[in-house]
């Protein structure tokens, strides 16, 4: 009997803590649309809602920086053509920070392209190289890339600058240095250097250059995409299961927001200041960061 007690009442203390988690998830998202949680749905208004408030976010910025709008170098244009990729199949060109969400996003292009059920009819036929799909658009003639950027959707995939460094050190480094000493050699070498984690977007992907159509959040990766897939003709019975699973993006959370608890107040300073770029074109919020024990201590 005591034994069922005790059990009854765990369940109630279980089913209590939910309610109180999606109560304050469904809380955040009725006050921001930015602050909807990965694991909640979002109707396709509210998909669309957020794209124009981003787009503008963005459009005040490159007002503000005119400077940006152009590219400056045949090199930086180059740089652009090496970052951008495009796909076939979904009349897609997309722009990431190098080195992110190889398990997710390139993950669920490679799936839709081996599914032969997944179909849409291109405006462009390219007859260049496709050792290694999706291609760079450095593989691309002019007249090729005229016709893309006309006709093919543009997205732009955008992280939390802190996000992107764990994200990279996980893929990268971690085992072989401590995420202090990532951190260290990181800011020591300079935005210039290494695999691009360390250039902001601004600078990568050319967003006020490039009109993309679509601004994607890695927070939100399973709704937003889901929703940005089907308004590109896929049906969702065939998304659905191409998805990644709530339980790993909830796992690499706790490991982000663990990595991040080592990081100190100085460093945060410094790499705030070396992405100002993107707190400032991107809806990222820095207050979040000041709320490590190590730095509420210092």
């Known amino acids: 009997m005591r034994m069922r007690f005790a059990l009854r009442v765990s369940l109630l203390g279980i089913i209590g803590l939910l309610v109180w988690v999606l109560g304050r998830l469904l809380s955040q998202q009725q006050a921001d649309p930015e602050a909807t949680s990965p694991t909640l749905s979002i109707t396709v208004d509210t998909f669309l809602h957020v794209q124009q408030v981003r787009k503008k976010k963005l459009h005040h910025f490159c007002l503000e920086h005119p400077d940006l709008r152009t590219l400056q170098t045949a090199e930086v244009a180059q740089n652009l053509l090496s970052t951008m990729a495009a796909n076939q199949k979904l009349q897609m060109l997309y722009c990431k920070p190098t080195s992110e969400g190889r398990d997710l996003w390139e993950e669920l292009l490679k799936q839709i392209e081996e599914r032969a059920d997944i179909t849409i009819q291109s405006p462009v036929v390219y007859d260049g190289p496709r050792d290694s799909p999706p291609n760079p658009l450095s593989a691309y003639n002019l007249s090729m890339l005229e016709k893309v950027f006309q006709s093919y959707t543009k997205v732009l995939l955008i992280r939390d600058p802190f996000e992107r460094l764990v994200s990279s050190y996980l893929q990268d480094s971690a085992g072989e240095v401590t995420f202090d000493k990532f951190l260290e050699d990181g800011l020591t070498d300079g935005p210039g250097d290494g695999d691009g984690s360390w250039t902001p977007i601004v600078f990568l992907c050319h967003p006020c250059f490039i009109r993309y159509d679509y601004i994607v959040k890695y927070d939100f990766f399973n709704t937003e995409v889901l929703h940005l897939m089907k308004r590109m003709g896929l049906p969702e019975s065939a998304l659905a299961p191409l998805l990644v699973d709530n339980g790993s993006m909830w796992a690499y959370k706790w490991l982000n927001e663990n990595l991040l608890q080592l990081v100190t107040k100085e460093h945060i300073e410094q790499i705030i200041e070396i992405y ?23």
């Open 276 to 298: 100002s770029w993107d707190f400032e074109a991107f809806p990222f919020k820095i207050s979040s960061f000041w709320n490590i024990p190590s730095l509420s201590d210092a």
